[in-house]
């Protein structure tokens, strides 16, 4: 059966399937918008919502990261770079000064997922099955306990959404439903937030805003595997949107409250 493939030149496809490209292009443009509300737009509430889907497609990246990268400890030192040039333009962004201990920036985020999922694998690949799993329970807690205290963007939820990539990574039924709903307690149930009225066909209902986040799974489970378009360049330019975007955002801002 043919296939269209999203970020690919297969045009003869039937099926729907976004490349890793693309996802990376989706993530960061969803990022740009929640980041426009928090500078620019901050009336406008639905460009935070909507940026929801962003953090839940750079967790699974970096998971999918982890598994396809030729260099790990080259890919870790990326994350760290990039976390540190990434930190000031946070901190300008979120709490309008150079040093703002209080929220980190969400590669932190990400990188602590990986440094992670990569002490849980070399414990899978060398020790016995019950090692493995208390290695894992011990990571879980540890993740949550640490993001929180190191307060980074989404504190230990936000490492444990990582985690719920790679311990449901592949594409089983039971491995997406346990993707849906790992990501609805930790979003819902975990963070919460503002509640949304919403009337349907005459009922009422509330609607979780970061309930929304849940959407990013819709891009996820298009991707298969495939990596799209790749190069050296495209792939510095995806790390060094994070810090340049907000940097930009920050002296745009100061320009327009002058």
């Keep these: 059966m043919n296939k269209i493939v999203i970020g690919s030149t297969d045009r003869s496809a039937k099926r729907i399937e976004i490349s890793a490209a693309a996802l990376h292009i989706i993530a960061m443009t969803f990022m740009l918008m929640d980041h426009l509300w928090a500078t620019l737009l901050p009336a406008q509430d639905w460009l935070t919502c909507i940026g929801r889907i962003a953090f839940p497609v750079f967790a699974f990246m970096t998971v999918e990261g982890y598994f396809h990268t030729h260099n790990l400890k080259k890919y870790m030192l990326r994350l760290l770079l990039f976390a540190l040039l990434s930190e000031i333009p946070f901190d300008l962004m979120y709490g309008g000064t150079w040093f703002y201990p209080i929220h980190q920036n969400v590669i932190w985020t990400l990188l602590m997922g990986l440094?992670?999922?990569?002490?849980?694998?070399?414990?899978?690949?060398?020790?016995?099955?019950?090692?493995?799993?208390?290695?894992?329970?011990?990571?879980?807690?540890?993740?949550?306990?640490f993001g929180t205290l190191c307060m980074v963007d989404y504190y230990g939820v936000g490492v444990l959404t990582v985690f719920v990539f790679y311990f449901f990574r592949g594409r089983r039924w039971w491995c997406l439903l346990g993707q849906f709903l790992a990501l609805y307690w930790l979003n819902v149930e975990l963070l919460g937030g503002l509640m949304y009225p919403v009337q349907l066909f005459g009922a009422e209902f509330e609607v979780c805003q970061q309930g929304l986040a849940l959407l990013a799974l819709i891009p996820i489970w298009l991707y298969r595997g495939r990596q799209g378009y790749h190069s050296k360049p495209f792939q510095y330019i995806c790390y060094a949107f994070y810090p340049v975007h907000m940097l930009v955002l920050v002296l745009v801002l100061n320009f327009v409250n002058q």
Excluded: P
């Excluded at 990569?118 to 011990?138: C, G, I, S």
């Design 115 to 145: 440094l992670g999922i990569h002490l849980m694998e070399t414990v899978h690949k060398n020790q016995k099955r019950w090692l493995y799993v208390l290695t894992a329970f011990v990571t879980v807690v540890f993740g949550m306990i």
